[in-house]
């Protein structure tokens, strides 16, 4: 059952993962104040770049609402008098320009739709919540036991993804989420398929699978139903944040960093890696492990939004991983996602950067060699390990997992072949997208080298010899040529005309002494 015709939604199959950069190029004074324009760009290529103009209070209001979090942003402070002085003015654009390659670089913010909207206004201008409860409401038209009782404002990181918690008429204490979510660039299912496997997701039946209670789609986005847990996600237990605020507010700055028990890492991982193994085994592509992904069941980790890779979204990590040619498939995407879960498990906060060079002390040497064979240098050159082997090093195989749950998730031939067919589609786009990027780092690097100091100083050197060696060359030539002329007159040849103000060529004593 599609649950709505029209509207349709705002279809811009962008990756909003893919990173923006600014630049500013200049500014410009007017009456009263300043204009920055800034260069954005979109990805590695210089053509998908546009130009926008901020006033400094354009900063100020984006600042400000960046303020839920709690982050110390480096804006550069207001100045009332003399602020349109040229030197302050150059002085303050260094500064904004700072405070733009800060919320470029965060991983968190630079993803996040106040930032996406301020840099790129034609792109992020769609009001998503209202989007979302146009399609919610046609639902209900047709499926009236179910009434929205608040919206989840902005409680995950996607920008096309929205979130409400229900209530079903037939059991009002019960405590339901909606996710509503537009489709995403790697959406390859026919809409016949997707239609069959949204549908398919109620009947998934895992111990390690959180229990979807109602899934439908239609010809641009889908609806999903599941039990609101009010312990939260993974995420949530890590950085003891409360579930119902906001992504900003619970995950940029936490109070208190601290990672978990070793006990939990290993037992959480290992369930983790189970549910994993299993998908592999169906065939059915995930790539979207992360601890925000996974909800608390008690003692037990159960994997959220399997739909989204039918949605064909992209991954949070996936800035990560696009980087290294080697994690090529979703399985490889799972395990390297996996490491950036443990890591965060084990040391309460994201991994500065990937690869890491060094890791913090850990509870225990297992799970330091466990990242290792993930984050490492040598891993992202490598390639990633199977979950099989994961699963058999020592921090996870003394685990006894004792649920007794029987998985069951039943997919037709002809849609885990359609499965297969859109997982090559989407591993296709991403070894694609790294092979650009890899001939775009050679290139940089190229360009770096040729441009550098000691590179110049070689050039000048070569170019002096060379200067050298062709003045040589030329004076021998020279010699040549008037040696030839001497033995040619010595045989009685006619000599060539010379005008009277023409000087005498040297004789041959004169040229030996030269």
Not at 98 to 110: G, R
Not at 232 to 259: H, R, V
Not at 299 to 307: A, F, G, I, P
Request: proline letters at 6%.
């Amino acid at each position: 059952m599609a649950f709505m015709e029209k509207p349709p939604a705002g279809k811009v199959l962008l990756d909003d993962t893919v990173p923006l950069t600014a630049v500013i190029e200049a500014s410009q004074s007017l009456h009263s104040h300043t204009e920055y324009i800034i260069r954005v760009q979109r990805g590695i290529s210089m053509e998908n770049s546009w130009q926008i103009v901020r006033r400094y209070s354009d900063f100020d209001l984006l600042n400000s609402s960046l303020q839920i979090s709690a982050l110390s942003l480096p804006l550069p402070p207001k100045k009332l008098i003399g602020n349109m002085d040229r030197e302050f003015i150059a002085e303050r654009q260094k500064g904004l320009q700072n405070y733009l390659n800060v919320l470029t670089a965060n991983h968190i913010l630079s993803n996040c739709e106040l930032v996406k909207k301020f840099l790129d206004p034609n792109n992020y201008s769609v009001n998503y919540t209202e989007i979302a409860l146009q399609h919610v409401s046609m639902f209900f038209r047709s499926e009236p036991k179910w009434e929205v009782a608040e919206p989840l404002k902005d409680i995950g990181w996607r920008i096309r993804k929205r979130y409400f918690l229900m209530k079903s008429k037939n059991q009002p204490k019960e405590r339901l989420v909606l996710s509503w979510a537009d489709f995403g660039p790697d959406k390859y299912l026919s809409d016949k398929d997707f239609q069959c496997a949204v549908k398919l997701l109620p009947s998934c039946s895992h111990p390690y699978i959180y229990k979807v209670t109602f899934a439908t789609a239609n010809e641009s986005s889908a609806l999903v139903i599941r039990p609101f847990n009010e312990k939260g996600t993974l995420k949530d237990l890590i950085y003891k944040a409360k579930p119902k605020d906001p992504f900003l507010k619970k995950y940029c700055n936490p109070k208190k960093i601290q990672g978990l028990e070793l006990q939990q890492i290993k037992t959480f991982g290992r369930q983790i890696l189970e549910v994993l193994k299993f998908l592999h085994e169906k065939g059915f592509p995930y790539g979207h492990l992360h601890s925000s992904n996974v909800v608390l069941d008690g003692d037990t980790c159960k994997l959220l939004d399997l739909e989204n890779s039918l949605l064909g979204l992209p991954s949070f990590y996936r800035s990560y991983f696009s980087q290294f040619r080697k994690i090529n498939t979703l399985e490889g995407v799972d395990v390297h996602c996996f490491g950036h879960l443990l890591y965060e498990m084990t040391y309460g906060r994201p991994p500065d950067s990937i690869p890491v060079d060094g890791f913090p002390p850990a509870p225990s040497a297992s799970v330091v060699a466990v990242l290792e064979s993930l984050l490492s240098c040598e891993a992202l050159k490598n390639g990633m390990p199977a979950v099989s082997k994961i699963l058999q090093m020592s921090l996870f195989s003394d685990i006894l997992l004792t649920n007794s749950e029987k998985p069951q998730f039943k997919i037709p031939t002809k849609l885990k072949e359609a499965l297969k067919t859109a997982k090559e589609c989407i591993e296709k786009r991403l070894t694609e997208e790294q092979k650009l990027i890899h001939q775009h780092r050679r290139l940089t690097r190229a360009q770096s080298h040729h441009g550098s100091e000691e590179e110049k100083k070689k050039r000048k050197i070569l170019a002096r010899k060379k200067s050298k060696l062709t003045a040589f060359e030329s004076g021998e030539e020279h010699l040549a040529k008037y040696s030839n002329s001497n033995n040619s007159a010595g045989s009685g040849a006619s000599s060539p005309m010379t005008s009277p103000s023409s000087p005498t060529p040297p004789s041959t004593a004169e040229l030996t002494s030269f």
